[in-house]
């Protein structure tokens, strides 16, 4: 079993729709909890930390249940520009080293 | 946030040669960390450079094919040794600071032939 694991997609929504991407870890000592986002043949760059109370910042909504080790991020309205692969990434207990999962790819379109 | 660099951006080697990856931060950062995308693929990680000591390998991979210099806190650099088609890739620098996240380099896009 993957340390991270995601649902790869794509998923193809139309601009204005709801989507939602879900991720499970395996380390239950995991200690902190990211989305990052990567667009085509550019590095990854840091999304949004994911906070067991949930956060939210403008469209994008970061969800974590600890207890069932999973993370979630929903994104409302979307637009042609959020198109990108979803990388989910988990930190180790010390904090000091991250474990990306294989990424969901969403593709949004007019 | 920080500012990471690397040279080169993209390089095309032939097979059995090695090629020296550089990354510069714009600031004093505490950890520093190699990982590789290769086509398709999500990031795995290769090391954590250490300051003025050996660097801490991830399973997998080994210091005689990706040795890793980094003699200060704002640079570091990897190099891709004996290389072989299976090496083709995209190679990234990473940092974590005080007061910051974790932030990426643009990456070397490695292509062996």
């Known amino acids: 079993r993957k340390e991270v694991e995601q649902d790869p997609g794509p998923f193809n929504v139309p601009e204005g729709a709801t989507v939602a991407f879900n991720c499970t870890y395996s380390?239950?000592?995991?200690?902190?909890f990211f989305w990052y986002r990567q667009d085509c043949r550019k590095e990854p760059k840091l999304l949004m930390s994911v906070y067991s109370s949930g956060n939210e910042d403008g469209r994008f909504t970061a969800q974590l249940n600890r207890a069932s080790q999973y993370i979630s991020l929903l994104i409302r309205d979307s637009k042609l520009s959020d198109s990108a692969t979803y990388l989910c990434?988990?930190?180790?207990?010390?904090?000091?080293?991250?474990?990306f999962g294989g990424g969901t790819r969403l593709m949004v379109k007019p | 946030s920080a500012v990471i660099s690397q040279k080169p951006s993209r390089d095309i080697c032939q097979r059995g040669t090695s090629l020296t990856i550089q990354c510069q931060v714009d600031?004093?950062?505490?950890?520093m960390f190699w990982y590789r995308q290769q086509p398709g693929q999500s990031l795995t990680l290769i090391a954590t450079a250490n300051q003025g000591s050996e660097a801490t390998y991830e399973s997998g991979f080994v210091i005689d094919k990706f040795p890793i210099s980094r003699p200060n806190l704002t640079f570091s650099t990897l190099t891709v040794s004996n290389m072989s088609p299976e090496d083709s890739s995209i190679y990234l620098c990473?940092?974590?600071?005080?007061?910051?996240?974790?932030?990426f380099g643009p990456g070397t896009r490695l292509t062996v032939t």
């Open positions: 380390n239950s000592a995991s200690q902190s």
């Open positions: 990473s940092a974590i600071g005080q007061g910051f996240g974790q932030y």
């Open positions: 600031s004093q950062v505490t950890m």
């Open positions: 990434v988990v930190s180790n207990n010390a904090g000091n080293m991250l474990t």
